[in-house]
């Protein structure tokens, strides 16, 4: 008979767990506390000697998402087939990264529900559902998402959306503690998944474009007790610092930026160095976008869209480096971070590397933040290069957007967004899911903070350009299409290896590389794909019938590697399509080599081509201008612009049917489609709002069809 060992190291002593025991049952809440309670500082700090588990969400602390497996190969992928599939039974957009230990699975999905599955079997062992207002989806930028969990000590960690940090106790999915991380009244939300370091969980928030001020705590992992917060903008001046570091940041900013919470929230990426102890997190943009409105004398309004260094047991900023200075364009440095040792100039060099939104890829040193280098990923128009003395960005004349409005690349959305990046250190290359788009930016003259509940304070024209002012569009050549591409990028020589481009799908999943040669990247028209590490050849592909949103990992169960995705896509909207997303639920795919399980036969999204809506409405000018308000603090910031074409993980309204448009009132004002995510308003709309709202939305798509013939 073979036997099999997994060696789990814990403090002290060494614990051998022989797999093919008669005894041994895995899925049992005996067993899950068994090997769940194993993952403590030590197995966190050593996750590469037990390369079968994904142990967080990077799968190691330098979040490099490499896994050393290598049953998988270029070789043999055309046998990989359908292990199984588990039908969550939710709905709405899965972004999460799965965490596997020793067989046991957890994975997040919409409203921060948490799921932990038997990886053997695919079977559910338990569901913690937090009971996340629905309302609160209303304070969110880009949906009801949740990225993953932490584990530690027999417990998962989640943050939900609401803002309470979660500890669920891993073998029976119960309620062990939960503390609320946030100003409740605020427009806070959560949607990043913590990380564990030093015995303390950390986690952030999202809520810059509300007028919030950042932050990232960490908590005692055991009692939920706050044991430190460090803030990423300063306050008011006029009242005592926090620390030394918000002193010194508020000399970089003027006006009264504190009145409109100033941003810069940690909504997403964290990595740690134990030889150095530091913790490393990134900062997201300002609010409002235009540094003239929060801060109209200038500055760099430290520590926007920065990476912070910091010291995991205080919270103290050890060092700073700022991507983007006074960021204007929602430029923020929350993009997946990875640490690496690499060969430069003939030196081994600690290193951070990061491809923020700017649309630039960065190699820091992260011993201290010095500057290394930095080229762009994707075309970029507001800067023509990084000064390479001072690391500061060589921005064009007119990037601001003061006197014009400007066509930008990249986009608000960013040259890359929050979809993971992957490092393969056998072939050197980082895997970029990246995004070549544009958008025309440009002073909103009618801009004045909002601080309400869901206020949304952009502060530019993102919808369509003024047009009372000069349009300076990009007529550089070649301006690239608007596109999504995989980019295999050489981070030691700053240039691109190859690349794939994705013409139709733009907007597609994070990434896994693994040591059998192979790059798994899933797309939003359903493909889930493994191309070859080396030069980006297609190898393998298969259809899930809906978009893939999250991150897929690799993992070994009794000696055999799997590979694990999450998807689930809230609706495709665009191009005249309208997929009616609710009908395919949100569902885990697992594969390995010599399975052909068949593909669940969920009912397709319908994705016939619609005609915009054509419903008689009668309003004023007046009427309009104030649905035309309504629509855009309410509605614009999940359903994006009614006026024009939108493509995005929610319906466009422009397509609204006879069934939705006679039950606009019950959904908007009664929660009709409250399951769904959309919100209740009725505390916040009177029925003459939604007539408004509605006449609108009319008004919009008749001016839509008009431009269309």
């Not at 007119?398 to 040259?415: A, C, H, L, M």
């Amino acid at each position: 008979m073979r036997f099999q060992f997994r060696f789990l190291i814990s403090i002290g002593s060494i614990l051998v767990l022989n797999q093919c025991n008669p005894s041994y049952d895995p899925g049992t809440t005996e067993h899950i506390f068994k090997v769940t309670s194993q993952v403590n500082d030590e197995r966190l700090l050593t996750a590469d000697e037990t390369p079968g588990d994904w142990l967080s969400y990077g799968r190691n602390y330098f979040e490099d998402r490499f896994s050393p497996l290598q049953q998988i190969t270029i070789a043999n992928i055309d046998r990989l087939g359908l292990a199984w599939s588990l039908n969550l039974g939710i709905k709405g957009a899965l972004e999460a990264t799965p965490l596997v230990v020793d067989g046991i699975m957890y994975v997040t999905g919409s409203w921060s529900e948490v799921f932990a599955i038997d990886a053997r079997k695919g079977e559910l062992l338990w569901k913690f559902d937090p009971k996340v207002p629905r309302i609160i989806g209303f304070k969110a930028c880009c949906g009801s998402v949740n990225r993953g969990v932490a584990l530690y000590r027999g417990m998962v960690y989640v943050g939900a959306l609401d803002g309470r940090l979660i500890a669920i106790d891993a073998a029976s999915g119960k309620l062990k503690w939960e503390t609320i991380t946030v100003d409740t009244t605020a427009n806070y939300t959560i949607t990043g998944a913590p990380r564990v370091v030093a015995g303390n969980v950390i986690i952030g928030n999202g809520g810059a474009e509300y007028g919030v001020r950042g932050y990232v705590s960490g908590y005692d992992a055991m009692t939920g007790e706050q044991k430190w917060r460090t803030y990423t903008v300063p306050g008011d001046p006029d009242l005592p610092f926090e620390s030394k570091a918000m002193e010194e940041a508020a000399a970089t900013w003027t006006g009264e930026w504190w009145k409109y919470g100033g941003g810069g929230t940690v909504w997403d990426a964290m990595a740690y160095d134990p030889d150095l102890d530091l913790l490393y997190v990134g900062v997201g943009n300002g609010s409002p976008w235009p540094r003239v409105y929060r801060s109209p004398e200038g500055g760099d309004n430290l520590y926007l869209s920065s990476i912070l260094a910091l010291d995991p047991q205080n919270g103290e900023i050890v060092w700073y480096y700022q991507t983007t200075p006074g960021d204007n364009w929602d430029y923020t440095a929350t993009q997946h971070m990875i640490l690496a040792d690499l060969n430069i100039e003939g030196q081994k060099k600690k290193v951070i590397m990061q491809a923020p939104k700017n649309g630039f890829f960065y190699v820091l040193d992260r011993t201290n933040g010095d500057f290394i280098s930095a080229e762009s990923y994707v075309y970029v128009n507001w800067a023509s290069g990084i000064d390479q003395q001072t690391g500061r960005p060589i921005e064009n004349e007119w990037s601001r957007y003061e006197t014009k409005d400007v066509q930008i690349f990249p986009s608000n959305v960013g040259g890359h967004n929050w979809q993971p990046m992957a490092y393969n250190p056998e072939t050197g290359f980082v895997y970029i899911p990246s995004l070549d788009r544009s958008m025309v930016f440009g002073l909103d003259p009618d801009w004045k903070f909002d601080d309400g509940f869901g206020g949304v304070n952009w502060g530019t024209n993102r919808t369509a350009p003024n047009p009372e002012r000069e349009v300076l569009e990009d007529a550089s050549s070649p301006q690239p299409d608007p596109q999504g591409r995989l980019v295999a990028w050489d981070p030691i020589n700053q240039k691109e290896a190859w690349s794939v481009a994705y013409h139709e799908n733009w907007w597609n999943s994070g990434v896994l590389t693994t040591s059998g040669g192979l790059v798994f990247q899933g797309l939003c028209d359903g493909s889930f794909i493994a191309y070859d590490a080396k030069n980006g050849n297609k190898v393998w592909e298969i259809n899930l019938r809906t978009g893939i949103m999250g991150s897929p990992v690799s993992f070994e169960i009794d000696g055999i590697q799997y590979i694990s995705v999450a998807v689930g896509w809230g609706a495709w909207a665009g191009n005249g399509y309208q997929f009616t997303e609710y009908s395919y639920p949100g569902t885990v795919y697992t594969f390995t080599l010599g399975k052909n399980t068949p593909i669940p036969d969920y009912p397709m999204p319908d994705s016939t081509p619609r005609n915009l809506a054509d419903f008689e409405f009668e309003a004023d000018e007046e009427m309009l201008a104030r649905g035309m308000t309504l629509y855009e603090k309410y509605c614009n910031h999940c359903h994006w612009d009614v006026a024009r074409e939108t493509v995005g993980v929610v319906p466009d309204l422009g397509y609204i049917n006879q069934g939705t448009y006679n039950s606009f009132e019950a959904i908007v004002l009664e929660g009709l489609r409250s399951p769904n995510g959309m919100p209740n308003f009725k505390d916040l709309l009177t029925k003459e709002d939604v007539a408004e709202i509605k006449n609108y939305i009319l008004a919009s798509t008749y001016s839509r069809r008009i431009e269309n013939e």
